[in-house]
């Protein structure tokens, strides 16, 4: 059902690069894995229904500041932690989305990066911790993305790329070949980054 986009994610916490392949026809409860989500914003809910779509995870939670539960706040995030759980932190706010990431690794939780099964990713790329790449989305040959990066719905970035940490690539936006973008920065929709060696 789900297509294969095999590519690379390279993880800064521990400096190496490992094959990351979705699996297929994995269906739910064949591994008992969950996924926490940190933020219940737009962002937060569009990766929940991507998620859920793509059946990887048995169990899907998010945690927000405005639950009037205490259990079901962010700073409750520590008690989730264990080797069948992985954390995303889904703030369309760059730098809280950084800082979100670095604390999660530093309570040895596990940042994972969610991958549309309906994007296209050259086998060449290489993709940061906690970064996301939504539905309809391209990215070309070479192309490396940081952490916390967010290539959102119908974007396009070519080949030979650096996009740094933190960048928000914003839905229908494109990136021409051989460019670099800035750490937290962001992509308007409808913008056209030109090459710069051309």
Known sequence: M??????????????LIVEYKKVPGA??????????????????RTIKDIVEQ???YTKTFILDDSFEEEKNRTSN???????????????????????????ILSFNG???????????????VQIG???SVLPNACVGTNTIIGSG???NMGALIDHDC???????????????GQNHILRCEKVESGVVIERTNK
């Open 2 to 15: 789900f297509k294969i986009w095999p590519f690379l994610v390279r993880d800064p916490s521990i400096a």
């Open 27 to 44: 269906k739910v409860g064949e591994m008992n894995m969950k996924l926490v989500i940190l933020g219940a914003g737009g962002y937060g």
């Open 54 to 56: 793509e059946k990887e």
């Open 77 to 103: 995030f520590k008690n989730f932690i264990d080797s069948e759980t992985d954390f995303y932190p889904a703030f369309g706010n760059n730098e809280l989305r950084l800082r979100w990431i670095e604390k």
């Open 110 to 124: 596990r940042v994972t990066s969610i991958i549309s099964s309906h994007a296209y990713i050259s086998p060449t």
């Open 129 to 131: 911790t906690g970064s």
């Open 149 to 151: 990066v967010i290539v």
């Open 162 to 176: 650096l996009i740094d940490d933190g960048v928000h690539i914003a839905p229908g936006a494109i990136v021409k």
